[in-house]
């Protein structure tokens, strides 16, 4: 196939597949608040997770780079700071996991990747200390649309 | 201490009950290992970081990213958002056909929106087009642009609007992001962007952030800085900020002061650094100079506008007229008993300024004590000022000790603020007093917001006073060099400064702009004063059009909408706040009809013929030399000589040009990857490359070096630092050790050239006389405290500050449709503190009705959690279209940079009953 004629069926392939016109959108049917620009809607009330550690089954990875989501209460986790984590006095636990201990931090976390990426450390590395930056917390929010994300 | 061991034993607890009740309960099993995941290099799709990323696809999706390991930014570790680069493509309400809002089969600003193609869609658009610019010349038309335009992207606009149009009307959202810094930059060295970079955190001994709230806003940064902190114990983080955030839970000192008091702290502590002796006479006598400028510049408002609402006049009202408060007095050194009025203007040259002695410097600071800075700026009612004022002393011995490195970052706490220039300036005040500035490790460094706010915005120039590398639509010898690349005719490029994106949305109430095309950004939520701007655009006779992904608030209020493609899904760069630039392949298609916006650009270009936009236009307000008054002459004729024709297209002229069809597609650097550019026109060339390779024409040989294209591409390179001289990155700018335009044997050379011509004077004025030229040296401004245009009083009673949480990104549109980002945090909460709170009959949970002199709004009260507000003021991030904030915000900005404040204004809350 020449290189041109490639391009131009690729082109009109969208149109082919395009299905039949959808029904006329009016504005405030758009977006994620159903709601004319001109209205003050009143927000939903939604509650933090409440559950204890270890209460509420693990929720289902989103896919195997994403750091698992935090399916416990935060309340008496935080504030992370520079001399207390209480986040690693039961995930950075050494040994095997026994049965209905938490999550056991992964090995990624004991490798000092920028400055000692060859070999694994005793404690989790300083760059990964502050938990939340990548483990979000959750709410009972229902998604605000769908997805159709698949790993 | 009891505190936490308290907790830790509840925890333990907790943990034996967690035992029981897990039983049985298999830990959910990671997904296989991923079989025919292909692995592509990319960058993050969200903050100023600029974190490498690997991008795994398989059948034509994007399947899940990583954090980049050979990336030295984040070293294989990305933040929550960043990990959610592969989720934010895939929100079921992408856009995938063009939206037009129709009524009986044609256009209609009333009609709903029904899905039209391509052609109808850029028929109608073009035919408004046409319309606006037949009724108000180049000016009537209008694009908003953004930090998250590509770098192609970014440079398509510039030639579309500044070189086809011949409007200046092209400004991007990054003016509500950093348009302060780059005043500052551009007044105090000559030359825009920072001159140090992210190794910095690395390699010094105290890291203060100043109105950046690290923890959340660049997580990854964050990361290497607690990282040191913790290997680290000689170490230092102080959080200053004007309420207790994330970052202050890592921070060793949090200061909080009270909004707008930054230049006071500043100013105080530049007089400790005096007083102790702790100047750097040598740096200071070697390559500095102190300057001032105008004290009474006004509030960037607009001044009488027949729009405003009955109780926005009295703020208004300020920006004409000033009575000192006794504070100001004292801080400008006059009588604290007498009154003081000013007169003052928006309209004037606020960005004036001139030379003035070491001693008038001096003089300028002496006010700025411990005393009276420390009662002025404590911004927590419930602090002792002993405690506060042993705080900032604790600062200035950082400062001031001549061992110790510091790196002050700042963010949007100093950049949306009415004195934001002001107040960049005086970091490299202190910096450059210190001799703490161009050297590894040690230097004020302002951080950006958005992901190729400094590649593109800035470096690209999609502001409306900007052409490429840092020159300006109003220098004839700039719009000469461009011409000159661009290959156009004389005369072709507009003198006058255009619209920017603040005054675009006041041109679009006052019908001074009646057509806005908006790529790549939601300006109708985040651009303060929002009731005005939103009416504008639905009540009144103009033409929006919106480009985007997602439905968002701005599509709302549009005429028609159409679908873009996504990172992933085009070729692109971007240049992060460490002057790192990156570029990405193509991964995957774009979904539906959605298209890339260079192609949406290439294509609309096509719609026009030189005679339209070529020929002699109005242009109201301009005076040039060599231009008739109020006109852009024709350059139909000159076009001719350049063998153009009257009927060539835009797309012609701009866009496929001789030398733009010379990088030919397939291109052995794409590596099997797509362009769906490419085959959405139709074509054999490589409008990305190319594009790269013009612009790139731009910043050669006066210290705005790229590499070539392919450069980066190359598997050992992650993005390289500018200037690139001879493939090698430059770490530390204005240092003759490692950037090679620094002249050798200088130590520093402050080389930028812009501005560095200035007459001398006091603290008053300048005086008659010559202008001094100023090679090699930076400036030390002196800038004085100020009360901002409107604070809390007995009807509106709190402060209000804006900004974001760590989950979302600017106004949510890509992570609220990330379902565990959504449910870590679904709506803006407003944070109130608990005392307030009671005042007020509100308890956590409670709706409550947040109302300012401009609109009114309804949130769920909040009394905890990572953001602690002081007594008297409240707290509401803006990624939420639900809790539409920016309706309560007030559209003042730094009357230098026009760059919106979002961070204080007065409101007052009461109970929803």
Redesign the interface.
């Given at each position: 196939m020449s290189r041109l004629i490639l391009p131009l069926i690729l082109c009109a392939a969208p149109l082919l597949m395009a299905g039949p016109p959808a029904k006329p959108v009016p504005d405030r049917d758009l977006g994620l608040s159903r709601t004319s620009v001109f209205e003050v809607p009143a927000p939903p009330l939604f509650k933090d997770e409440a559950s204890g550690p270890g209460e509420k089954a693990l929720p289902k990875r989103i896919n195997k780079e994403y750091p698992p989501v935090i399916p416990h209460s935060l309340a008496d986790c935080v504030p992370i700071t520079q001399g207390t984590n209480l986040c690693l006095d039961c995930h950075a636990v050494a040994g095997p996991k026994k049965k209905g201990e938490a999550t056991r931090v992964p090995a990624s976390h004991y490798v000092d990747l920028r400055h000692a990426p060859d070999k694994k450390g005793a404690k989790v590395v300083g760059s990964r200390y502050v938990c939340l930056s990548c483990h979000v917390p959750r709410t009972d929010a229902p998604p605000a649309t769908g997805s159709s994300y698949r790993p | 201490m009891t505190l936490?061991l308290n907790?830790?034993t509840?925890?333990q607890a907790?943990?034996t009950?967690?035992?029981?009740?897990?039983?049985g309960?298999p830990?959910?099993a990671?997904?296989a290992?991923?079989k025919g995941w292909n692995w592509e290099r990319g960058v993050c799709r969200f903050c100023g970081t600029g974190c490498g990323i690997r991008v795994?696809s398989k059948e034509g999706?994007v399947?899940?990213?990583?954090g980049d390991?050979q990336n030295?930014v984040n070293?294989?570790?990305?933040?929550?958002k960043g990990?959610?680069c592969?989720?934010i493509?895939?929100?079921?309400?992408r856009l995938k056909?063009p939206?037009l809002r129709?009524k009986d089969g044609k256009f209609d600003k009333q009609?709903?929106?029904?899905?039209v193609?391509w052609q109808e869609a850029f028929d109608v658009m073009k035919a408004q087009w046409s319309k606006a610019h037949k009724a108000l010349g180049p000016t009537g038309v209008a694009v908003m642009g953004s930090g998250q335009y590509t770098i192609q992207e970014g440079y398509a606009a510039v030639k579309l609007v500044k070189a086809g149009w011949r409007s200046n009307n092209l400004d991007p959202n990054a003016r509500h992001c950093m348009a302060s810094a780059v005043a500052a930059f551009m007044q105090t060295f000559g030359i825009d962007e920072p001159s140090g970079c992210f190794d910095d955190i690395e390699l010094t001994d105290t890291v203060v952030t100043w109105g950046a709230n690290m923890?959340e806003m660049h997580?990854?940064l964050?990361?290497?800085v607690?990282?040191?902190?913790?290997?680290r114990p000689t170490y230092r983080i102080f959080n200053l900020t004007t309420y207790a955030n994330?970052t202050s839970?890592?921070a060793?000192v949090e200061i909080v002061f009270k909004p707008n008091t930054d230049l006071a702290i500043w100013n105080y502590l530049a007089r400790e650094v005096v007083k102790r002796g702790a100047v750097d006479k040598d740096y200071v006598a070697k390559h500095c100079v102190f300057a001032a400028g105008p004290t009474d510049i006004g509030f960037g408002l607009r001044e009488d506008s027949i729009k405003a609402y009955a109780a926005e006049k009295d703020t208004q009202a300020r920006q004409k007229n000033v009575v000192l408060t006794r504070d100001e007095a004292i801080a400008r050194g006059l009588d604290p008993a007498a009154k003081h009025e000013r007169s003052q203007s928006a309209s004037g040259s606020p960005q004036r300024h001139w030379l003035i002695s070491f001693e008038e410097f001096q003089k300028g600071l002496e006010p700025y004590t411990l005393d009276f800075v420390a009662a002025l700026a404590k911004g927590d009612p419930d602090e002792p000022l002993e405690a506060f004022k042993a705080k900032l002393v604790q600062l200035a011995d950082q400062y001031a000790n001549p061992v110790r490195k510091q790196v002050s970052f700042w963010t949007m706490g100093f950049n949306q603020h009415t004195r934001g220039t002001w107040v960049n300036e005086q970091a490299y005040m202190l910096h450059l007093l210190t001799g703490k500035q161009a050297r590894p490790g040690a230097g004020a460094f302002s951080l950006t917001g958005q992901p190729s706010a400094c590649g593109t915005a800035r470096e690209v120039g999609t502001f409306a006073h900007r052409l490429p590398s840092d020159m300006n639509v109003d220098d004839a010898a700039h719009r000469k060099i461009s011409e000159g690349i661009w290959n156009l005719p004389a005369n072709t490029l507009n003198p006058k400064i255009g619209s920017h994106i603040v005054q675009m949305m006041r041109d679009l109430e006052d019908g001074k702009v009646k057509w806005l095309w908006v790529q790549v950004t939601n300006p109708?939520q985040s651009s303060a004063n929002a009731n005005h701007w939103?009416?504008a655009a639905?009540k009144l006779d103009n033409f929006i059009v919106v480009s985007d992904v997602?439905?968002?608030?701005s599509?709302?209020?549009a005429d028609l909408i159409l679908p873009s493609a996504m990172i992933y899904e085009k070729w692109g760069g971007y240049g992060n706040a460490e002057r790192r630039t990156q570029l990405w392949r193509q991964v995957v298609l774009p979904p539906?009809?959605a298209r890339s916006d260079v192609w949406q650009m290439m294509e609309f270009s096509k719609r026009f013929t030189l005679s339209e936009v070529w020929g002699e236009q109005p242009v109201p307000g301009l005076e040039a030399e060599g231009y008739e008054k109020g006109k852009l002459p024709s350059v139909l004729s000159t076009a001719a000589a350049l063998g153009y024709k009257p009927d060539s297209t835009l797309y012609d002229v701009l866009f496929a040009t001789p030398a733009a069809k010379k990088f030919a597609w397939?291109d052995p650097v794409a590596d099997r990857k797509p362009n769906s550019t490419?085959?959405?026109a139709?074509?054999?060339w490589f409008p990305e490359k190319a594009l790269f390779e013009e612009y790139r024409r731009f910043g050669l040989g006066h210290g705005h070096d790229l590499a070539p294209f392919d450069v980066y591409f190359k598997r050992d390179v992650s993005g390289l630092r500018w200037p690139v001289v001879d493939g090698k990155e430059t770490l530390w700018r204005f240092n003759d050790q490692y950037d090679p335009y620094a002249k050798k044997g200088s130590g520093i050379d402050f080389y930028g050239k812009a501005l560095k011509k200035l007459p001398s004077g006091t603290l008053e004025g300048p005086k008659p006389g010559d202008h001094v030229p100023l090679p090699g040296k930076a400036k030390i401004f002196f800038r004085p405290w100020q009360e901002p245009p409107e604070s809390p009083d007995a009807t509106y009673d709190l402060w209000l500050c804006t900004g974001r949480v760590?989950?979302h990104w600017h106004s949510?549109?890509m992570t609220?449709?990330?379902?565990?980002?959504?449910?870590?945090?679904?709506?803006?909460l407003l944070f109130v503190h608990a005392k307030d709170a009671e005042k007020r009959g509100l308890k956590a949970?409670d709706?409550a009705w947040i109302e300012s002199r401009r609109g009114?709004?309804?949130?769920?009260v909040t009394l905890e959690g990572?953001t602690k507000v002081p007594r008297g003021m409240v707290y509401v991030p803006w990624f939420?279209?639900?809790?539409?904030i920016n309706k309560i915000t007030l559209d003042a900005t730094c009357p230098i940079s026009k760059e919106t404040d979002f961070k204080k204004c007065a409101v007052r809350i009461t109970k929803?009953v």
């Open positions: - | 936490m907790r830790r509840f925890l907790g943990f009950t967690a035992t029981i009740g897990a039983t309960l830990l959910e990671l997904p290992e991923a795994a999706r399947v899940a990213v990583k390991i030295p070293r294989g570790l990305l933040c929550a990990y959610a592969a989720q493509l895939y929100g079921q309400d056909r939206l129709k009609g709903d929106f029904e899905e193609s923890a997580p990854m964050w990361a290497r607690i990282d040191e902190r913790l290997r994330a839970e890592g060793d109708f939103i009416e639905r997602y439905p968002t608030l599509s709302k209020v539906g009809e397939p490419v085959i959405h139709g074509i054999t760590l989950e949510g549109t609220r449709r990330v379902p565990q980002l959504h449910a870590a945090v679904p709506e803006a949970g709706l009114k709004i309804q949130a769920r990572r939420d279209e639900g809790v539409f929803v």
